[in-house]
């Protein structure tokens, strides 16, 4: 449509099943890359993607055609099957049912590059449940605590 313009940038986390420590620093890099590879070819602009062993934080750019839902369904199922096949010793790879997207303005986009880049320091503190917790809160998310780490939470 003529003189329609977004700026549509989403902060995506989500987690290996069961958090297991899946994504060791030996392959990261390589998962980080795949994961921005995916989002390119599905007209997403991936700014920053990081994340420890047992959890990833994907700062996406995403056309106004593409709902958020199918964008993480791209990656994640993407991701997967690449992972499983592709990477020693990770044929019972997976990640959790759910996920976390918030939107974050134009103007944020450095402090959660900053965020994602620190998160070996801050996992250091604070663990996954816990930052994923924070995060709802914080966003005003409602969750039900027995739903929220058995994949029964879709974001």
């Not at 549509?8 to 420590?21: A, D, G, I, Q, W």
């Not at 989002?39 to 995403?62: F, S, T, Y």
């Not at 930052?131 to 914080?138: H, P, S």
Request: glycine letters at 10%; zero cysteines.
């Amino acid at each position: 449509m003529a003189n329609t313009f977004t700026s549509l940038h989403y902060h995506v986390v989500f987690s290996t099943k069961n958090r297991e420590p899946w994504l060791r620093q030996d392959i990261e890099t390589r998962v980080w890359s795949y994961l921005g590879g995916i989002a390119r070819e599905n007209a997403m602009k991936p700014l920053l993607i990081g994340g420890v062993d047992n959890h990833v934080h994907l700062l996406l750019g995403v056309p106004p055609s593409l709902a958020i839902s199918k964008a993480v369904q791209l990656i994640k199922g993407g991701a997967s099957v690449w992972i499983r096949e592709n990477l020693a010793g990770l044929g019972g790879f997976g990640w959790q049912d759910g996920y976390a997207a918030f939107t974050v303005s134009k103007s944020l986009i450095p402090d959660v590059e900053a965020y994602i880049r620190s998160q070996r320091e801050h996992h250091r503190v604070k663990t996954f449940e816990e930052e994923y917790r924070a995060f709802l809160e914080k966003h005003e998310i409602a969750y039900e605590e027995r739903y929220l780490f058995d994949g029964a939470f879709a974001g």
